[in-house]
């Protein structure tokens, strides 16, 4: 698992015969896809909007390049 505060809650029955592992902070090698947060989130850095409608015009629009980069990706 990850380390999200809700994998971690004091309320998670831990069950028996069965040993969580937690992922490293940053761990690309066992979840390939943290590679690809950078790429996504690049025109969303340091940035305000108005609301859910822009920036999910914007993951749209940023979605499609990814798309055309599927060599390089």
Do not use: T
């Amino acid at each position: 698992m990850d380390n999200a505060g809700w994998h971690r809650s004091k309320k998670i029955k831990e069950i028996e015969g069965l040993r969580v592992e937690f992922l490293p902070p940053y761990s690309p090698e066992l979840q390939p896809a943290e590679r690809l947060w950078s790429l996504l989130d690049e025109p969303l850095v340091n940035q305000s909007f108005e609301n859910i409608d822009e920036i999910e015009n914007i993951l749209a629009k940023r979605c499609n390049i990814l798309n055309n980069m599927q060599k390089e990706i």
